[in-house]
Every structure is written in C-alpha cells, then in structure tokens.
C-alpha cells in the first residue's frame, strides 16, 4: 500500500493547502484529496510540480507499507 506523507512535507515547509494548490496549478478540492490520500492515482507531472516547489523528492511525500502494517498515522494513497 502507498501512502502519503504531503502533509508532513507541507507542515515542514510550512505552505498552506491553498498556497501550494496556486503554486502547483491544481484545485484546493484535488490537492486536499491527495493530501488525505483519497485519490486512486496521480499525474507525473502534477507530483513533478509538487516535488519543484517543495523542493523535495517524490519520496518524501509516498510511502510504501506492506498491507495491514498501516495505522491511523497511515493515509491510503492507492497507485
């Protein structure tokens, strides 16, 4: 299982939802939703942004955990 760790990134880089949604080109509604990991994919190109102005590599922000090693830290992100 993936996961998502963008909220840890964006609380570290201390950048608001709305700001990085302006920055990256994509709606608060669809960078919320990979923020809590309720997406079931995501483009390239849209991590490719992210990762540019967070300064931070694709994977600092997914995880991968074998199944039934989540917890409640854990957000699902599936790939």
């Not at 990085?20 to 994509?26: C, D, F, H, Q, S």
């Not at 990979?34 to 300064?55: D, H, M, P, W, Y």
């Given at each position: 299982?993936?996961?998502?760790?963008?909220d840890?990134?964006?609380?570290?880089?201390?950048?608001?939802?709305?700001?990085?949604a302006?920055?990256?080109?994509?709606t608060?509604?669809?960078?919320?939703?990979?923020?809590?990991g309720?997406?079931?994919?995501?483009?390239?190109?849209?991590?490719?942004?992210?990762?540019?102005?967070?300064?931070?590599?694709?994977?600092?922000?997914?995880?991968?955990?074998?199944?039934?090693?989540?917890?409640?830290?854990?957000?699902?992100?599936?790939?």
């Amino acid at each position: 299982m993936i996961i998502t760790r963008l909220d840890r990134i964006m609380a570290d880089r201390k950048i608001g939802l709305n700001e990085l949604a302006e920055k990256v080109g994509i709606t608060n509604v669809n960078l919320s939703k990979l923020k809590t990991g309720k997406v079931v994919a995501i483009r390239f190109s849209t991590l490719n942004e992210i990762c540019k102005v967070l300064k931070c590599q694709p994977g600092d922000i997914l995880e991968y955990v074998e199944e039934g090693e989540e917890n409640e830290e854990n957000i699902g992100l599936a790939l």
